[in-house]
């Protein structure tokens, strides 16, 4: 149910309860509203929103509502009340702006009153006697959106349909009846933030010149009659009744990006509603196994591969974090679930990486196929001093290794019993003083991963051989792999 | 449960009364009409796909189309609406969920009024599957026939009705499926899948049987190699519950045991474990431990591991040894240094000739040793064979 409302002039504790009754009246007693709320509007006791704006953040618990409203005020010192009971705003955020006759009005204080948490009162001077509009803008928190993503591959696999969505949901404790819905993806400074996005009015500039002006009404803003309307769509959850589907427009602002959802929605205190952000209709995918132990674990994983970009019938946004569901044509006039998985923010131009898991068609083992040691030094008993036979040096039976060369002859093993050839990737990671013999053209991921590629024609069984020397004890000077070509 | 015909209905009339009055005209609230049309997708390891079609009739522009269940765990962010007979005009512009109920709405454009068929995929849990397998072996037990079977466990509490299921290979079935029912569907059959008997000495993994004696616990189990050439290979064989039977001549088929089989991809090889046999008598004992020094305090080990075999069988059999180095090595310097062992399999024993090169690695040795039977006598001849290895490098 509605909770924040704004009350003009004078006040008793029984007209806030009186208020109170009429808004439910107004949200009940559909038939009757237009008569009720032609008659709130006439008294000019409690002016209703006539626009409302929610800028909701995806990485903060936090949206900004901007709402207009329009107050008749009186030569003189004007009381507005303006209370919240059981909602989330942030009773310091609560802010007022003349959108109209500013020159004439101005906000001489504002009181807190100590008996009523969610509640203040504005002191306004007035030279008008008449109708101006006043924005509100606060936080609050409770309003939460997500992105998710539905792909699905075809039979093929070759092209994914990639939809992207956004939900948006509700626990405000406050309704919102056709708002403006922007959603920001980003995770800047929030008070910059907000104070970027607070520039961009709700209300054009030159609806506002004409208001002021006296061309256009008041009413205009949201003509009375059209609020029987609202609360019925308020009811019923939903903002609009056009047959097509709403467009979302995307835009970057400094280093956030901003959907706007065309036109207005209404939601409903604990509801939530799922709209489409974009819809790509044919991504090209390219698929690869990779073995990254850090990353996935230690299975050597499928991963399909497409770019966010506009070849790939993407690249309209950066794709917010969510959660990703994919399916496939099954070939079978049906579909197959292959994955769900989160994705971090995917900037326009990147990578998306699915992880498909463990593949039952592809099958990776790791084998020590034998193990060694050779340049062994020893330790003289009582001294600092190193002897290797190696080297000619004489060993005497109390002198104790301390130095050797660990050798280990190594397969990755791969079997690929898909009926299209396979890519596979292999990072290995290891410690210690390394040196990676291959001949698999090895290159360095970072100083102690080695990474090698194979391709596997259908049916094929692959050996990645490759020895592994570790210089132990004292034969230890760095703590690295490097390369080296050969058996 | 999705038709879950009365929370549906109850929904449906309670947003229709609200509604009358300000609608405008061309908006159509209508709940799901019945299924036409039940898939359920089980080729996926951890969770199961429900895919239904509707035929939902729809009004020139925006209809409301409630779908809502109870008591079933439905994934409600899974669900998904698309329209099979008009995909490109019959078209989801938004859903909406209400508070506190197992329900959404779609508000579905239809750019003319008539029916539309849909279908509705979703995730749900309670609805699961898992394998099972029946093997007989022929009375010479050279072959078997095996049958894989699907156990559909329905505790979704939803009678699903006739239902095509798919298990990701092999063939697709369709049945009715009923609420809190268990379906056991043979999904393949493979005959004439030659078997191999093998026996195995592998002290690391099986132990001992008379450990004052010596005497290892020899282990029986049925190999089927799961390729082509021995009438499988067609697809991995996933985890599930075998048993084993045997023909015993009489038209009949004695139990012989049950066993895990394993997930065991193309080209592996499932490994039945029918019990121990006690018939095949594996004495191991550590014939020689020689610590010759090499350098300082570096040493080699000469060892013999010797394996006293006596098979009791009227039929020769194939012992398979197992050798792990690194076990071996703490049983004769009664630690563990963490480092591979470093061997070398001494030629001048006959078992070296019986190394399974393909299998054995460096931790792991293995040996295929064919027994003799039983002779005329019933004694038993007894083979004693010798493992010679050299363990190097050791401090």
Same mark, same amino acid.
């Given at each position: 149910?509605?909770?924040?409302?704004?009350?003009?002039?004078?006040?008793?504790?029984?007209?806030?309860?009186?208020?109170?009754?009429?808004?439910?009246?107004?949200?009940?007693?559909?038939?009757?509203?237009?008569?009720?709320?032609?008659?709130?509007?006439?008294?000019?006791?409690?002016?209703?929103?006539?626009?409302?704006?929610?800028?909701?953040?995806?990485?903060?618990?936090?949206?900004?509502?901007?709402?207009?409203?329009?107050?008749?005020?009186?030569?003189?010192?004007?009381?507005?009340?303006?209370?919240?009971?059981?909602?989330?705003?942030?009773?310091?955020?609560?802010?007022?702006?003349?959108?109209?006759?500013?020159?004439?009005?101005?906000?001489?204080?504002?009181?807190?009153?100590?008996?009523?948490?969610?509640?203040?009162?504005?002191?306004?001077?007035?030279?008008?006697?008449?109708?101006?509009?006043?924005?509100?803008?606060?936080?609050?928190?409770?309003?939460?959106?997500?992105?998710?993503?539905?792909?699905?591959?075809?039979?093929?696999?070759?092209?994914?349909?990639?939809?992207?969505?956004?939900?948006?949901?509700?626990?405000?404790?406050?309704?919102?009846?056709?708002?403006?819905?922007?959603?920001?993806?980003?995770?800047?400074?929030?008070?910059?933030?907000?104070?970027?996005?607070?520039?961009?009015?709700?209300?054009?500039?030159?609806?506002?010149?004409?208001?002021?002006?006296?061309?256009?009404?008041?009413?205009?803003?949201?003509?009375?009659?059209?609020?029987?309307?609202?609360?019925?769509?308020?009811?019923?959850?939903?903002?609009?009744?056009?047959?097509?589907?709403?467009?979302?427009?995307?835009?970057?602002?400094?280093?956030?990006?901003?959907?706007?959802?065309?036109?207005?929605?209404?939601?409903?205190?604990?509801?939530?509603?799922?709209?489409?952000?974009?819809?790509?209709?044919?991504?090209?995918?390219?698929?690869?196994?990779?073995?990254?132990?850090?990353?996935?674990?230690?299975?050597?994983?499928?991963?399909?591969?497409?770019?966010?970009?506009?070849?790939?019938?993407?690249?309209?946004?950066?794709?917010?974090?969510?959660?990703?569901?994919?399916?496939?044509?099954?070939?079978?006039?049906?579909?197959?679930?292959?994955?769900?998985?989160?994705?971090?923010?995917?900037?326009?131009?990147?990578?998306?990486?699915?992880?498909?898991?463990?593949?039952?068609?592809?099958?990776?083992?790791?084998?020590?196929?034998?193990?060694?040691?050779?340049?062994?030094?020893?330790?003289?008993?009582?001294?600092?001093?190193?002897?290797?036979?190696?080297?000619?040096?004489?060993?005497?039976?109390?002198?104790?290794?301390?130095?050797?060369?660990?050798?280990?002859?190594?397969?990755?093993?791969?079997?690929?019993?898909?009926?299209?050839?396979?890519?596979?990737?292999?990072?290995?990671?290891?410690?210690?003083?390394?040196?990676?013999?291959?001949?698999?053209?090895?290159?360095?991921?970072?100083?102690?991963?080695?990474?090698?590629?194979?391709?596997?024609?259908?049916?094929?069984?692959?050996?990645?051989?490759?020895?592994?020397?570790?210089?132990?004890?004292?034969?230890?000077?760095?703590?690295?792999?490097?390369?080296?070509?050969?058996? | 449960?999705?038709?879950? #015909?009365? %929370?549906?209905? /109850?929904? *449906?009339?309670?947003?229709? +009364?609200? !509604?009358?009055?300000? =609608?405008?005209?061309?908006?159509?609230?209508?709940?799901?009409?019945?299924?036409?049309?039940?898939?359920?997708?089980?080729?996926?390891?951890?969770?199961?796909?429900?895919?239904?079609?509707?035929?939902?009739?729809?009004?020139?522009?925006?209809?409301?189309?409630?779908?809502?269940?109870?008591?079933?765990?439905?994934?409600?962010?899974?669900?998904?609406?698309?329209?099979?007979?008009?995909?490109?005009?019959?078209?989801?512009?938004?859903?909406?969920?209400?508070?506190?109920?197992?329900?959404?709405?779609?508000?579905? #454009?239809? %750019?003319?009024? /008539?029916? *539309?068929?849909?279908?509705? +995929?979703? !995730?749900?849990?309670? =609805?699961?599957?898992?394998?099972?397998?029946?093997?007989?072996?022929?009375?010479?037990?050279?072959?078997?026939?095996?049958?894989?079977?699907?156990?559909?466990?329905?505790?979704?509490?939803?009678?699903?009705?006739?239902?095509?299921?798919?298990?990701?290979?092999?063939?697709?079935?369709?049945?009715?499926?009923?609420?809190?029912?268990?379906?056991?569907?043979?999904?393949?059959?493979?005959?004439?899948?030659?078997?191999?008997?093998?026996?195995?000495?592998?002290?690391?993994?099986?132990?001992?049987?008379?450990?004052?004696?010596?005497?290892?616990?020899?282990?029986?189990?049925?190999?089927?190699?799961?390729?082509?050439?021995?009438?499988?290979?067609?697809?991995?064989?996933?985890?599930?519950?075998?048993?084993?039977?045997?023909?015993?001549?009489?038209?009949?088929?004695?139990?012989?045991?049950?066993?895990?089989?394993?997930?065991?991809?193309?080209?592996?090889?499932?490994?039945?474990?029918?019990?121990?046999?006690?018939?095949?008598?594996?004495?191991?004992?550590?014939?020689?431990?020689?610590?010759?020094?090499?350098?300082?305090?570096?040493?080699?080990?000469?060892?013999?591991?010797?394996?006293?075999?006596?098979?009791?069988?009227?039929?020769?059999?194939?012992?398979?040894?197992?050798?792990?180095?690194?076990?071996?090595?703490?049983?004769?310097?009664?630690?563990?240094?963490?480092?591979?062992?470093?061997?070398?399999?001494?030629?001048?024993?006959?078992?070296?000739?019986?190394?399974?090169?393909?299998?054995?690695?460096?931790?792991?040795?293995?040996?295929?040793?064919?027994?003799?039977?039983?002779?005329?006598?019933?004694?038993?001849?007894?083979?004693?064979?010798?493992?010679?290895?050299?363990?190097?490098?050791?401090?």
């Amino acid at each position: 149910m509605r909770r924040a409302y704004l009350k003009h002039g004078c006040f008793t504790p029984s007209d806030y309860t009186g208020m109170r009754t009429v808004l439910y009246g107004i949200l009940f007693a559909v038939t009757a509203l237009p008569a009720l709320a032609r008659q709130n509007i006439d008294l000019s006791t409690v002016p209703p929103r006539d626009t409302v704006q929610l800028t909701i953040y995806n990485s903060e618990d936090l949206t900004l509502v901007r709402e207009t409203r329009t107050v008749t005020f009186k030569t003189g010192v004007n009381g507005l009340q303006f209370s919240w009971a059981n909602t989330l705003i942030d009773p310091t955020s609560v802010q007022l702006r003349f959108k109209t006759h500013a020159e004439a009005l101005e906000l001489l204080d504002t009181t807190f009153p100590h008996d009523k948490p969610q509640e203040l009162t504005w002191s306004v001077r007035s030279g008008l006697n008449g109708d101006a509009a006043v924005e509100i803008t606060y936080f609050t928190s409770g309003i939460t959106w997500a992105a998710d993503y539905v792909c699905v591959s075809n039979a093929d696999e070759t092209h994914l349909a990639f939809d992207g969505f956004v939900r948006i949901t509700n626990n405000s404790g406050e309704d919102y009846e056709d708002a403006q819905v922007r959603l920001v993806v980003g995770t800047l400074n929030l008070v910059e933030k907000v104070a970027d996005l607070a520039k961009r009015g709700l209300i054009t500039d030159q609806e506002e010149r004409a208001h002021r002006k006296g061309e256009m009404p008041a009413s205009k803003f949201k003509a009375p009659k059209a609020r029987a309307e609202i609360a019925d769509k308020a009811m019923k959850g939903l903002g609009y009744a056009e047959a097509d589907e709403k467009s979302i427009i995307k835009e970057g602002l400094s280093e956030y990006f901003i959907y706007t959802v065309e036109g207005t929605e209404t939601i409903p205190n604990t509801w939530s509603k799922r709209m489409r952000l974009f819809s790509g209709t044919s991504a090209p995918f390219r698929i690869q196994y990779r073995y990254r132990p850090r990353e996935y674990g230690d299975q050597l994983v499928r991963m399909f591969l497409l770019r966010n970009d506009e070849k790939s019938s993407l690249g309209t946004t950066p794709l917010p974090d969510g959660v990703v569901r994919l399916f496939k044509d099954n070939g079978r006039d049906g579909l197959a679930m292959l994955a769900q998985q989160g994705i971090k923010y995917v900037p326009i131009g990147q990578e998306i990486e699915l992880n498909l898991g463990a593949d039952p068609e592809v099958i990776h083992e790791w084998i020590l196929s034998r193990a060694y040691r050779d340049n062994i030094w020893f330790q003289r008993s009582g001294a600092n001093v190193y002897y290797s036979p190696g080297q000619g040096h004489q060993i005497k039976v109390d002198d104790r290794v301390i130095g050797w060369d660990a050798h280990e002859l190594r397969l990755e093993r791969i079997r690929n019993y898909r009926a299209k050839p396979i890519d596979v990737e292999v990072r290995r990671p290891f410690d210690g003083d390394v040196v990676f013999h291959s001949l698999l053209s090895p290159t360095l991921h970072d100083y102690r991963t080695v990474q090698f590629s194979a391709t596997l024609a259908p049916a094929e069984k692959k050996d990645l051989a490759y020895r592994v020397t570790t210089r132990s004890g004292i034969n230890q000077k760095e703590q690295h792999v490097t390369l080296e070509a050969g058996e | 449960m999705l038709s879950c #015909a009365r %929370p549906a209905m /109850g929904l *449906a009339i309670a947003l229709a +009364s609200i !509604l009358a009055a300000p =609608l405008q005209a061309g908006i159509k609230l209508i709940t799901l009409p019945p299924r036409e049309r039940v898939e359920i997708q089980l080729d996926n390891p951890s969770v199961t796909l429900v895919e239904e079609e509707r035929v939902v009739p729809l009004n020139a522009g925006v209809n409301e189309v409630v779908f809502a269940w109870t008591n079933t765990q439905v994934d409600k962010e899974s669900i998904q609406f698309r329209s099979l007979s008009d995909p490109e005009n019959v078209k989801v512009l938004s859903t909406s969920y209400p508070p506190n109920e197992n329900a959404l709405t779609w508000q579905v #454009a239809a %750019p003319k009024a /008539g029916s *539309a068929k849909v279908r509705i +995929s979703y !995730l749900i849990g309670q =609805l699961d599957k898992s394998f099972a397998y029946e093997a007989v072996a022929a009375k010479d037990e050279k072959a078997l026939t095996l049958r894989q079977y699907i156990l559909l466990h329905n505790r979704a509490n939803e009678e699903f009705g006739v239902s095509g299921m798919w298990p990701g290979f092999g063939e697709r079935f369709e049945r009715p499926i009923g609420t809190n029912e268990t379906k056991q569907l043979l999904s393949s059959k493979f005959e004439n899948v030659p078997v191999r008997k093998v026996y195995t000495a592998d002290l690391s993994e099986f132990g001992y049987l008379d450990a004052g004696k010596q005497q290892l616990r020899v282990p029986m189990h049925y190999l089927l190699k799961n390729d082509a050439g021995n009438a499988l290979g067609q697809f991995p064989f996933m985890y599930g519950k075998a048993r084993v039977y045997q023909d015993d001549g009489r038209g009949t088929t004695a139990f012989l045991g049950e066993d895990w089989l394993k997930f065991t991809p193309r080209d592996d090889e499932v490994r039945l474990y029918l019990g121990v046999a006690k018939d095949v008598v594996v004495k191991r004992t550590l014939a020689k431990r020689d610590q010759n020094r090499v350098l300082g305090n570096l040493f080699n080990y000469d060892v013999v591991v010797r394996f006293e075999i006596e098979n009791f069988k009227d039929q020769p059999v194939t012992l398979d040894i197992a050798e792990s180095m690194s076990a071996l090595r703490r049983e004769i310097l009664g630690n563990d240094t963490g480092r591979p062992v470093e061997w070398e399999l001494m030629t001048d024993t006959p078992l070296a000739e019986m190394l399974d090169k393909e299998k054995t690695t460096a931790d792991k040795l293995l040996f295929h040793v064919p027994l003799t039977p039983r002779g005329a006598d019933q004694q038993a001849a007894k083979q004693t064979i010798d493992l010679h290895l050299l363990i190097k490098n050791e401090w």
